[in-house]
């Protein structure tokens, strides 16, 4: 039996496992290392998130992005204002994986029952194996969320933004980017940029992340400006404090506000750095997509404006339109979801990431309903990998959290990225 098995590879599994070997806890991990970067990430896209707060977390902060930078012989590095491409990450990752991780098994989880006092799992190759502890990691895109109002449309005429990595297949194609969060906004400018024919649909208008001039990375600022609007991992300001840099404190709101401010805060926007790739350069429309059909080899969306409907015909459709937060999106624990406790299908955690299943832990995107929005980002990864790991070690307190059902559940939440 093995001690711990970790499902994912990418910044958070990663940065569990590298703990738990810290540690000396046997483990196995399962999963394509940084996955879903490597694969699943658009070529030019850039990570939101500054350099500094973009690290993946080895034991004693060992192992910055900025090493990484250094040891590779790139000389741009930055702590504020890089805009870090997703393919520079992946490389960083797998070079973590290498030096702080070792092995990681590709295999496929497909099903875990409860067995004994731990867990069984079936891989795709039909081996099984049993675990005392799961750590599920699993990252994004078993989340990635496609509006039923495209269900319609064939499988090669919709897609979600995480489908591609290669864009140049789009060269000469009508594309319709739905959403208006970061990913939509940026996938559009590379879209138009490789040759699309770009439109983007919003059902609210268009906003842009536009830093103050005391916090653009070209300007000097004194002593008072930044103690008076400090860098923190989800952004400068001290607005922005609690919800980066107090994860723990966080878990102790009531439930009903941490899924609202979990999932709700940081809506989406684009950042003021792609404003000029997008604005007045690609066709914007807002309003809502009253039906969708197919005409031909194209399909034609009829949409509700505030200028009147307008008709917009595609050969590809794609949604950016987030992620959602609930386990029934993960196959593999369809035996032993009836057991686990939630809030809109997000898991309900104790402050060690273990939900009302012993010995089940969720990291990452599922753990921000109990700690934040800081688990969004790379930027949580620290301290869940750092939790997760003491109470596997026995060195936590043991405290488990018993009140995990909210008297109020506030609406559900899709999140943009």
């Not at 590779?72 to 990752?93: C, F, K, M, N, W």
Request: aromatic residues 10%; positive net charge.
């Amino acid at each position: 039996m093995v001690e711990v098995v970790v499902i994912g590879a990418g910044p958070y599994g990663l940065s569990v496992a590298a703990h738990l070997r810290h540690q000396r806890i046997p483990f196995r991990v399962f999963g394509k290392p940084m996955g879903m970067w490597r694969d699943h990430m658009p070529k030019g896209l850039t990570l939101k998130s500054d350099a500094f707060a973009s690290n993946i977390a080895a034991p004693n902060n060992e192992f910055p992005l900025e090493r990484f930078y250094r040891e590779s012989g790139r000389t741009e590095y930055s702590p504020i204002g890089l805009r870090v491409r997703g393919d520079v990450v992946a490389e960083y990752g797998q070079e973590f994986q290498r030096r702080y991780v070792g092995e990681v098994d590709e295999a496929r989880i497909v099903e875990i029952t409860r067995f004994g006092g731990g867990f069984r799992l079936t891989l795709d190759s039909g081996e099984t194996l049993s675990a005392r502890k799961v750590v599920v990691a699993t990252g994004l895109l078993s989340l990635r969320h496609v509006p039923e109002s495209l269900a319609s449309l064939p499988s090669g005429m919709v897609s979600h933004s995480s489908a591609h990595n290669d864009l140049s297949k789009f060269n000469g194609r009508r594309v319709t980017v739905i959403g208006a969060g970061q990913s939509a906004c940026e996938l559009s400018a590379l879209l138009n940029e490789q040759g699309a024919e770009v439109t983007m649909l919003t059902r609210r208008p268009l906003k842009w992340y536009e830093p103050k001039n005391e916090d653009k990375p070209n300007v000097r600022r004194n002593a008072w400006q930044r103690v008076r609007r400090p860098n923190f991992g989800l952004g400068p300001g001290w607005r922005t404090w609690f919800w980066s840099e107090r994860p723990y404190e966080f878990s102790y709101l009531p439930q009903s506000t941490r899924y609202a401010k979990a999932y709700g805060l940081f809506a989406p926007a684009g950042s003021g750095w792609i404003k000029h790739r997008v604005d007045g350069v690609i066709p914007i429309h807002t309003g809502s997509l009253r039906s969708v059909q197919m005409q031909g080899d194209a399909a034609h969306l009829s949409v509700d404006t505030t200028e009147g409907p307008v008709e917009l015909a595609a050969d590809h459709v794609i949604a950016a339109t987030g992620y959602r937060p609930e386990i029934s999106r993960l196959p593999f624990l369809e035996q032993i979801q009836g057991d686990i406790e939630t809030i809109h299908g997000a898991p309900l955690l104790n402050r060690s990431f273990e939900s009302s299943v012993p010995g089940l832990h969720f990291a990452g995107f599922m753990g921000a309903a109990t700690f934040g929005p800081s688990m969004r980002f790379i930027y949580g990864a620290r301290f869940a990998a750092e939790r997760v790991s003491r109470h596997l070690s026995h060195l936590g307190d043991g405290q488990r959290r018993t009140e995990r059902v909210a008297v109020h559940q506030p609406e559900q939440a899709s999140v943009a990225v």
